[in-house]
């Protein structure tokens, strides 16, 4: 059975101790319908030492949840939607039943200013000012070598 949501998908859940809840999903099962979301349903587990090294004790894990109980959220809208079934460029995609968007491509960060025109910015700068600098100091001292 193949699921709706896939591993690293932000979703809402819809029912449970949890509802209305959102999170990163961590892993899919699609065998047996079930997902574990990061920060939902909490489980203890209790960890007995399998070795002198080894230290027992009660830790707090992510437990299952049923996939049919998750709702993708759209990451161009923001809503939690249903997924379409459609084809772009020849290939399979999910796309968001609210506005239509791609769910699979990648969300268009903004534009940053590349690290080599930071740094030719920055270099220009100084580098003017050192060099003004050094003419005034260098007319100074010949000034005053040409006075004595």
Do not use: F, W, Y
Request: overall charge positive; hydrophobic content about 30%; glycine content about 8%.
């Amino acid at each position: 059975m193949a699921l709706h949501v896939k591993k690293g998908d932000n979703v809402l859940v819809l029912a449970g101790k949890d509802k209305g809840k959102t999170g990163k999903i961590v892993s899919a099962d699609p065998k047996n319908g079930v997902v574990v979301v990061d920060g939902v349903n909490i489980v203890t587990k209790h960890k007995k030492p399998r070795s002198a090294q080894q230290t027992g004790g009660i830790e707090k894990v992510n437990g299952n949840i049923d996939a049919s109980n998750v709702q993708i959220i759209c990451p161009a809208c923001g809503k939690a939607t249903r997924i379409a079934a459609g084809e772009v460029d020849g290939k399979k995609v999910r796309l968001c039943k609210k506005c239509g968007a791609n769910m699979d491509a990648k969300a268009p960060k903004a534009e940053k200013k590349t690290r080599k025109a930071k740094t030719a910015e920055a270099v220009e700068t100084p580098a003017e000012e050192t060099v003004k600098k050094t003419t005034v100091k260098r007319t100074k001292k010949t000034a005053q070598s040409s006075e004595n």
